[in-house]
């Protein structure tokens, strides 16, 4: 038994000098051996008066539901300690405690000025050691209550009353606060129905003037009565939507339907009979029907749906880190649409759209281990090639895609142990073939429930932000193209692969810079850790808790990147439209038995992004041989294969194009050489029909033809030149022919 001032002890036995209930403690005097008890709670349904003024019946009240005021207490009663202990032994008395009101924040003026008076006034009643000497020395309080009411011009009441008040809640400062807002039937409904009360709340400011003056005006609006709250609340229920509509929409709506059902005949004509004021609920008495019990969690279920509530506005009480056992262990992916348009690396003049962008983050280390971007829609084989990413060696990912890459973290990622993710793409049958082959377990997130990757989700923010702010074509996705539906893709100025080598530079800054300070625990405070995603990564390895399952080169390629088949031709390996080669295959002498003996068909695996080089498998070893872009082919190494498939789609598109504009032409020529022939064919028989005299011989033509081409053209003849040089050429011929003549003769 350890009964100490201003604790509560519950007695259960009559005893001459104690009666059943509950009891304070104010003095605790073990020298005399007795305990000073102010009884606050007795067993009996009414509490023992001592004169005053008759009790009022609930008839002798104005109003029935109005509570009577609690009763005085604290007498005291002076209880010899060996009785009380025995009380105690045989389990007839036991500690009690009493729960008090929560306490009020904040006071009105009024209630602060009456909180302080009323400390002054029952400061020697708080002061517990000199309340037990006036005990011990008078026996009772009678001499500090007179001394009270002298000092201060108080009445006895007042003081009995703040005693009482004391005795029931304990003697600190905290039980003299007024508690106004315990008063008037709290929670406890009064409508004003006929019989009752008229009107409830304020005057109005008409009926304050009026009254001034001594006149007394009826309420313009009347109290609300039980008849309209259950109009009201019937008419909110009709109203079927997810969400209730923002008030004045809902009290209209309630007004509507509850209250504008009349309608008269006017001139022929039917019309509703407009509510007058004072016949119909105003807003401010509906909101107090629908709201008046509800909690604050219930008025906001109210104004947004069950998905919204459980997404975006329930309590965060626990951490995305729980419960996995270090870094490397489990992965959150996700992909989004990225907020940029990006140009194509075949002609930068095109303006390929947005792209798609994964990101991999590790939950315990909240490091961004991963990413991929392209330009085709989610799916797994673009999930695969993001997990690729993550787990190949960096040195790889940057000959590939033409960056120097930025080591953020040591020792570098490889396969996770736990993939979490949502209910798109990693549903399918292939990642569940891929998940058993190669990531032991997959989380899922129930559906509409992105918040539940929150880390991932602020990355995509994160990037989405800093892109805005410093690249040309980025957009605000969520008030730009939202709110404002404006965007200009004109202005963008990156490629694939300048966008790719951007985002490793912003999550390699991530990693080094983010503030992680609310991650470090003491033992990483004491071993000094950067409050970074890289320091809590680095960490968690040197101590041994980082989960690492190494693949090689071969097995990855082989489990991740998408597989297809190439050709090989007599000119070399033909895969998507490119050629490749390598010293490998040369040797081997594939292309000579292609040449002899037909095309083969060789497996490959590519990598969805540039297509400068592809693997195919060595038959001999668990490895990948390696196949480049061929200088002479067509496209070039830093083309990726969306941009390369635009390239042939726009080629065939342009095809039939091109086959008509060809014929054009073609037709155009041989109609021009069907002109020039006919020309040629009149004017040689013009030209033999006006022939006169011999004709030279082919051979002679040929020399007459040779020698006047001969003639510079820059050399300007006469017409009576050419004739007389024509002459002379005529009369030439013509003595060598006699002269040939005369010899044979």
């Known amino acids: 038994m350890l009964l100490s001032p201003n604790a509560c002890f519950f007695v259960t036995a009559e005893t001459p000098l104690i009666s059943p209930g509950?009891?304070?403690?104010?003095?605790?005097?073990?020298?005399?051996?007795?305990?000073?008890?102010?009884?606050?709670?007795?067993?009996?349904?009414?509490?023992?008066?001592?004169?005053?003024?008759?009790?009022?019946?609930?008839?002798?009240?104005?109003?029935?539901?109005?509570?009577?005021?609690?009763?005085?207490?604290?007498?005291?009663?002076?209880?010899?300690r060996e009785e009380l202990r025995e009380l105690w032994d045989e389990r007839q008395a036991r500690d009690f405690e009493i729960l008090r009101p929560k306490p009020r924040k904040t006071l009105s003026a009024t209630d602060q000025e009456l909180y302080e008076r009323r400390l002054s006034i029952m400061r020697p009643f708080l002061d517990l050691p000199a309340l037990h000497e006036d005990l011990v020395v008078h026996g009772s309080l009678a001499p500090l209550i007179k001394r009270t009411i002298a000092t201060h011009s108080v009445s006895n009441a007042f003081v009995r009353r703040m005693w009482s008040?004391?005795?029931?809640?304990?003697?600190?400062?905290?039980?003299?606060?007024?508690?106004?807002?315990?008063?008037?039937?709290?929670?406890?409904?009064?409508?004003?129905?006929?019989?009752?009360?008229?009107?409830?709340?304020?005057?109005?400011?008409?009926?304050?003037?009026?009254?001034?003056?001594?006149?007394?005006?009826?309420?313009?609006?009347?109290?609300?009565?039980?008849?309209?709250?259950?109009?009201?609340?019937?008419?909110?229920?009709?109203?079927?939507?997810?969400?209730?509509?923002?008030?004045?929409?809902?009290?209209?709506?309630?007004?509507?339907?509850?209250?504008?059902?009349?309608?008269?005949?006017?001139?022929?004509?039917?019309?509703?009979?407009?509510?007058?004021?004072?016949?119909?609920?105003?807003?401010?008495?509906?909101?107090?029907?629908?709201?008046?019990?509800?909690?604050?969690?219930?008025?906001?279920?109210?104004?947004?749906?069950?998905?919204?509530?459980?997404?975006?506005?329930?309590?965060?009480?626990?951490?995305?880190?729980?419960?996995?056992?270090?870094?490397?262990?489990?992965?959150?992916?996700?992909?989004?649409i990225a907020d940029i348009y990006l140009r194509s690396s075949v002609n930068r003049s095109w303006i390929v759209g947005r792209p798609v962008v994964y990101v991999i983050v590790d939950v315990w280390s909240t490091a961004v281990v991963g990413f991929y971007i392209c330009l085709t829609g989610p799916s797994w084989d673009t999930a695969k090639t993001a997990i690729f990413n993550a787990a190949a060696p960096p040195n790889l990912l940057g000959e590939i895609w033409g960056y120097e890459p930025v080591l953020t973290l040591h020792p570098h990622p490889t396969i996770c142990y736990q993939l979490w993710c949502d209910r798109g793409e990693y549903l399918s049958r292939a990642h569940k073939v891929t998940a058993f082959n190669l990531i032991p377990h997959t989380s899922y997130t129930p559906p509409y429930r992105g918040d539940l990757k929150g880390i991932v989700e602020v990355l995509h923010r994160i990037a989405k932000d800093e892109q805005f702010l410093f690249l040309p074509g980025a957009m605000n996705h969520r008030r730009e193209e939202m709110e404002l539906r404006r965007a200009r893709p004109e202005d963008c100025t990156l490629t694939l692969p300048e966008?790719?080598?951007?985002?490793?530079?912003?999550?390699?800054?991530?990693?080094?810079?983010?503030?992680?300070?609310?991650?470090?625990?003491?033992?990483?405070?004491?071993?000094?850790?950067?409050?970074?995603?890289?320091?809590?990564?680095?960490?968690?390895?040197?101590?041994?808790?980082?989960?690492?399952?190494?693949?090689?080169?071969?097995?990855?390629?082989?489990?991740?990147?998408?597989?297809?088949?190439?050709?090989?031709?007599?000119?070399?390996?033909?895969?998507?439209?490119?050629?490749?080669?390598?010293?490998?295959?040369?040797?081997?002498?594939?292309?000579?038995?292609?040449?002899?003996?037909?095309?083969?068909?060789?497996?490959?695996?590519?990598?969805?992004?540039?297509?400068?080089?592809?693997?195919?498998?060595?038959?001999?070893?668990?490895?990948?041989?390696?196949?480049?872009?061929?200088?002479?082919?067509?496209?070039?190494?830093?083309?990726?294969?969306?941009?390369?498939?635009?390239?042939?789609?726009?080629?065939?598109?342009?095809?039939?194009?091109?086959?008509?504009e060809s014929l054009s032409k073609s037709l155009d020529t041989r109609a021009r050489i069907d002109h020039l022939k006919a020309e040629a064919s009149r004017k040689t028989g013009e030209a033999i029909a006006n022939a006169e005299g011999p004709q030279p011989s082919m051979t002679e033509a040929r020399e007459i033809e040779a020698s006047e081409k001969k003639r510079s053209h820059s050399e300007k003849v006469s017409p009576e030149q050419l004739r007389d040089e024509a002459l002379e050429a005529h009369e030439a011929m013509c003595k060598a022919l006699l002269e040939c003549a005369n010899h044979a003769e």
């Open 499 to 660: 966008y790719t080598a951007y985002l490793h530079e912003v999550f390699a800054e991530y990693n080094l810079t983010a503030n992680r300070e609310h991650r470090l625990d003491a033992d990483m405070i004491a071993d000094d850790v950067f409050p970074s995603p890289a320091g809590i990564w680095a960490w968690g390895h040197h101590v041994g808790i980082g989960y690492r399952k190494h693949l090689s080169e071969y097995e990855l390629m082989e489990k991740l990147l998408p597989e297809d088949s190439a050709v090989i031709r007599r000119d070399g390996i033909l895969f998507f439209g490119c050629q490749y080669s390598s010293d490998e295959i040369d040797i081997s002498q594939l292309t000579c038995t292609a040449r002899n003996l037909g095309s083969l068909n060789m497996p490959v695996r590519h990598y969805p992004g540039p297509i400068g080089r592809i693997w195919t498998p060595d038959p001999e070893k668990a490895r990948m041989i390696r196949l480049d872009l061929r200088d002479d082919s067509r496209a070039s190494p830093e083309f990726t294969q969306d941009e390369w498939n635009d390239v042939i789609a726009l080629q065939t598109m342009r095809r039939p194009y091109q086959q008509h």
């Open 22 to 80: 509950v009891y304070r403690v104010i003095l605790d005097d073990p020298v005399r051996g007795v305990i000073v008890a102010a009884h606050i709670m007795d067993d009996r349904q009414e509490p023992p008066r001592r004169g005053g003024r008759k009790k009022k019946t609930p008839q002798d009240r104005r109003t029935t539901d109005k509570k009577p005021p609690a009763p005085l207490v604290g007498d005291l009663k002076w209880v010899p």
């Open 165 to 336: 008040t004391l005795c029931r809640w304990g003697f600190d400062e905290a039980s003299l606060i007024p508690r106004r807002d315990l008063s008037g039937a709290p929670g406890k409904s009064r409508p004003c129905d006929p019989g009752g009360r008229k009107k409830a709340g304020r005057k109005t400011t008409a009926e304050r003037n009026a009254r001034a003056y001594g006149q007394y005006l009826p309420p313009l609006q009347p109290g609300c009565s039980s008849e309209w709250a259950a109009a009201v609340r019937a008419a909110d229920k009709r109203i079927k939507c997810a969400v209730k509509p923002a008030w004045p929409d809902r009290y209209e709506l309630i007004i509507q339907s509850a209250f504008c059902g009349k309608a008269q005949e006017v001139e022929g004509r039917i019309q509703y009979v407009a509510p007058t004021i004072g016949t119909i609920p105003n807003l401010r008495q509906v909101k107090r029907i629908l709201t008046r019990g509800l909690t604050k969690i219930e008025r906001i279920l109210e104004r947004t749906t069950k998905r919204h509530f459980t997404s975006a506005k329930r309590g965060l009480t626990a951490h995305d880190w729980e419960g996995v056992p270090g870094p490397g262990h489990t992965w959150a992916i996700d992909s989004t």
